[in-house]
């Protein structure tokens, strides 16, 4: 039993250890300027598209996107927004009718999708819904 004991607390002394280590690189690199000539540095963090997702689905919508692979309801719902946006800033009453259609479509094909795949069942989507439609401008 005492040998046991000994061996977690050495365990865990070498974590700590390891931890220390990597502080002290840092603070190494710190001091010798290996972070002053980072792209930018000195700049906000630039904003996250998936902000109005729940928190246990953005790494899994961040890994899709990165592989060209979002659902489809989110690049619908982009579009959509996309489609506002032109809206917002179109003077021409034959161009805002075109676009004005095309929303209407996009809007039924997401309406259409968030039912299919039951996601406004979800108990994650209900909670975060509000978020999400003030976000997308719904």
Known sequence: ???????????????MDFGH??????????EQGDFDNLP????????????HLPSELRNSYRILKNA???PEEMVVKKEIIELEELLAEVKDPQLSSYYRKEWKEKKL???MLM?????NQSNAFRQYQHKIDRHFGF
Not at 21 to 30: A, F, G, M, P, T
Not at 40 to 51: A, M, V, Y
């Open 1 to 15: 039993m005492k040998v046991l004991l000994k061996e977690k607390i050495n365990e865990g002394a070498n974590k």
């Open 21 to 30: 280590l990597i502080e002290e690189k840092i603070k190494k690199s710190i």
């Open 40 to 51: 930018g540095k000195g700049k906000p963090l630039p904003k996250d598209e998936f902000t």
């Open 68 to 70: 060209n692979m979002l």
């Open 109 to 111: 094909r997401f309406d």
């Open 115 to 119: 039912e299919k795949r039951k996601l």
